[in-house]
């Protein structure tokens, strides 16, 4: 099935990124330089005005477009394209000055001066109203523009505000959740260290300064922030879309590492999935790592509507911020960008495309340098990722990318893992968790999906539950039916251990812990320190289990692997129940990659998962495949390492950047993907 197009107005791949012109006006024959060298690289659209408020309103109500509409123009009459942001992401000082409740309040209850960005009250009626205003004003003089293609919303959504507008807002929403008090103090366990509550107006967000061994009040306060955060958000869609509703709205997102916000409830508002990928390239635990992780990310972003993103930032070379900023390898920069299309991105868009000369971003890389000349080598290696969109464009844009594995990953789960005490103070490492159980999948060429706990799980053969700490929205009867219905179910340790408040699942093999589907119950979770290791005994082998063993009591699942040390040697460490017309397996300590990369190299074979090609994958490669209309199937090939690796072809191929036919043994370069049609 062809997705449809996320810009419909230029249905194409897009090449190009963040642009700032606001910090140039003040000298017109860098304007002209950059159009010419924008051409000269392939770029087909920018990001304007996600900065530019004080440049549009330099003083309430008073307007100045007309900067923007020539830049519009020019660029338009050269054939780049824009992508239309609504400046929300950074206020002008005028606007702090005169209603300083638009600044952020902390944690600990200090008010922000003006400064940075990103850092307003989403609450506050004042900044709601301003942006409403320049948004509808941005609106109507662009959205019939033939060049403005989709609305880029604010940048990079996050953060939270513990102003008393948003303290009144939290009670509003809590009040509306619980109804009485009585059942907020049961959902939170606040009688507890008596801190029963006995008027709404006790109620405060978490603080380090005040409550914060509720877990269920910080859980619940991270989700009236994603609440608030969408309420804004979508205001700012209803302001653009009052004018135009035919024009797509997208909100860069952050990937998989974003905290405090959960993309699944921020995502449905929106047309288009976007988000700005910024991973440590060359770091010394390795590309194929970095890599790793960064699909990973991509995987999520394309979920999130089951279709293709955009990646609307990445660097063109080197990222500021970082703790240490390394340039992007030769080869690197397309292979990042390929990475992204490869995982269901039509687009390769950088931050950004003039650097800043000033200011704390001036040593962030960008396509055109201090220097201001295309002869560079970032410049030309952004030319040739260009080059390469256009060749994709006709076979890639819009295609699908099949997947009937899924891995549930909940941003929630990963709150609550991060404030509960015990079991391990040290971490419980959610993440890696999730990691050891993608990296199979990513070495041997099987596209996943990235699901949240509300996902239909129903098109799947695999769905993979790691560390799935906490049951909410009727999950439990989703993997039911899921494993009644033939699914496989893997589950790990750490799983279904409390309800969506935060409180501990009671008794011993109940449905609501999905006993009768995994057929045990667990007694106890002993933690391990830091180096210590027990011993998951699975056939012949021995594999190491860190930091969390299950002390498990089967009723009905069959016991595949044991513990090999410590007074529970011998308990189940691997169980598989029939249930149903399917299969329910459980780890039920932490185990490492080489444990999952066996037990999913038995498992998986025995499942309908296709892989993008029947071949050997050699370490440092990784393939992933797109779908077309007619069903033709696109392999990504990308060698993350620096040196040539091959690969068995089992078929010919047209590769569709060499426009050549491969058979036999493909070899790709270092740093560098081929992407062929089969
Ligand atoms: C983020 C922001 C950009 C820029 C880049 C730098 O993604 O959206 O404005 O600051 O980081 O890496
Ligand atoms: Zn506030």
């Known amino acids: 099935m062809l997705h449809n197009p996320a810009t419909p107005k230029f249905p194409h791949m897009l090449h190009g990124g963040d642009y700032n012109p606001e910090q140039w006006l003040h000298d017109p024959k860098i304007l002209e330089d950059d159009i010419r060298l924008m051409r000269k690289a392939h770029i087909n659209c920018v990001s304007l005005g996600i900065f530019s408020w004080a440049a549009l309103e330099p003083q309430q ?66 900044y709601r109203e301003r942006v409403g205003i320049i948004d509808k004003k941005l609106a109507e003089r662009y959205a019939s523009h033939p060049a403005v293609i989709l609305w880029h919303i604010s940048n990079e959504f996050g953060g939270e505000c513990h102003c008393e507008l948003c303290q009144e807002a939290f009670r509003g929403y809590l009040r509306e959740k619980y109804g009485t008090l009585e059942a907020l103090n049961i959902a939170w366990w606040s009688h507890f260290w008596s801190h029963t509550y006995t008027d709404w107006s006790q109620v405060r967000s978490p603080s380090p300064r005040g409550e914060d061994s509720i877990h269920g009040l910080t859980l619940d306060w991270k989700r009236f922030v994603t609440k608030q955060t969408r309420d804004f958000m979508k205001l700012e869609i209803d302001a653009v879309k009052s004018v135009d509703p035919s024009i797509p709205v997208t909100a860069n997102f952050m990937g998989l590492y974003a905290y405090g916000l959960d993309y699944y409830e921020l995502a449905e508002p929106l047309d288009v999935i976007s988000w700005d990928s910024y991973p440590q390239w060359h770091a010394p635990w ?115 990318t099949p997947a009937k594995a899924a891995i549930v990953f909940d941003p929630q789960v990963r709150w609550l893992l991060d404030v509960i005490r015990g079991p391990r103070n040290e971490g419980l490492d959610y993440f890696g968790t999730l990691q050891k159980c993608y990296r199979y999948f990513w070495r041997s060429g099987i596209n996943v999906d990235v699901v949240g706990q509300t996902a239909d799980l129903s098109g799947y053969e695999l769905v993979i539950a790691p560390m799935l700490y906490m049951f909410r929205d009727g999950v439990q009867e989703r993997l039911r039916q899921f494993v009644d219905a033939g699914g496989t179910l893997v589950t790990t340790a750490f799983t279904g251990v409390v309800n969506d408040t935060d409180l501990c699942l009671l008794g011993e093999a109940t449905p609501e812990k999905l006993s009768d589907v995994m057929g045990f119950w667990v007694e106890e979770v002993d933690a391990l320190f830091d180096g210590e290791h027990n011993t998951i005994v699975l056939r012949d082998r021995e594999y190491s289990a860190v930091q969390l063993c299950e002390i498990v009591r089967p009723t009905t699942c069959r016991v595949l692997g044991t513990f090999g040390e410590d007074y529970y040697k011998g308990s189940p460490a691997v169980t598989l129940n029939a249930f149903g017309r399917g299969l329910a397996f459980h780890v039920a300590a932490g185990a490492e990659d080489d444990f999952y990369e066996d037990f999913f190299s038995e498992l998986v074979p025995q499942l309908n998962l296709e892989r993008a090609m029947e071949t050997s994958v050699p370490e440092g490669m990784s393939l992933t495949w797109r779908e077309d209309a007619e069903g033709r199937r696109i ?44």
């Open 61 to 126: 109500d008073h307007f100045t477009f007309a900067w923007l509409d020539g830049i519009i123009d020019d660029l338009y009459k050269n054939g780049i394209y824009t992508v239309l942001a609504t400046p929300s992401g950074a206020r002008p000082q005028w606007l702090a000055q005169q209603y300083p409740e638009v600044l952020r309040v902390s944690e600990d209850g200090h008010r922000n001066f003006f400064g940075q960005r990103h850092n307003h009250c989403y609450t506050s009626p004042a």
């Open 286 to 400: 390795g590309n194929q790592n970095v890599a790793m992780c960064e699909s990973l990310s991509h995987d999520m972003m394309r979920s999130l509507k089951d279709r293709s993103f955009l990646l609307m930032e990445n660097t063109p070379s080197t990222t500021n911020w970082h703790n240490v900023s390394k340039l992007k390898k030769p080869g690197m920069q397309t292979l990042a960008i390929a990475n992204a299309v490869a995982h269901g991105a039509d687009s390769g868009q950088y931050f950004q495309i003039r650097q800043s000369r000033g200011s704390c971003e001036k040593f962030h890389s960008a396509v055109i340098s201090h220097t201001g000349t295309s002869d560079t080598r970032t410049f030309r290696e952004v030319t040739r990722t260009g080059e390469m969109l256009e060749s994709l464009d006709a076979a890639v844009y819009g295609t699908s």
């Open 635 to 678: 392999v990504f090939v990308q060698n993350f390492l620096d040196t040539p690796l091959s690969l068995a072809l089992e078929c010919s191929y047209e590769d569709l950047l060499r426009h050549e036919v491969c058979e036999g043994t493909l070899t790709v370069d270092g740093f560098s993907c081929r992407v062929l049609r089969r």
